[in-house]
């Protein structure tokens, strides 16, 4: 395979010329920056087809799809270890169940539970606190939720003293 060197960045496959995309192209065509399409590159999720002698990374329509199914894999809220499993379901989906991607597709799923279960917690004790204050204009001498914070600050300061003198 033979790099062709012209402003159309084409590389010669056989007889058939196969367009190929800078990053900045394939930056605009996917909506990723430059920056994070440089950081997955960095995580290995994805990586150029070719590099120009001047160090230029060259990306094909392949390349583009992986890239586009690592942003959804992103926008859903899968990391990048488990995006990196699925890439290696994705490469090689004949050596791989569906209880594979099903068993990441759950474990993210329990993460997503559990922070929606923190979420509401927090919520909750948010409206709380809204609901016991009068938010007026008068100074914040008295708030009631400055005292529930430094309340609870005096809590978590005495369970750390207490903590401590357990452990000697």
Known sequence: MALIRSEGREFEQTSKRIPMLKISELSARTGLSTHTLRFYEKHGLISASERSEAGYRYYSDTDVRRVEFVRSARH??????????????????SSHSCQDVTDITEAKLEEVNTRIAELQSMQQTLQILLDSCCGGPESATHCSIMEALEAEQEREIEQGLRSGSHGR
Do not use: A
């Not at 890439?87 to 090689?92: C, E």
């Open 76 to 93: 859903i809220g899968f990391s990048l270890n488990d995006i990196s499993e699925l890439l290696s379901i994705r490469v090689d989906k």
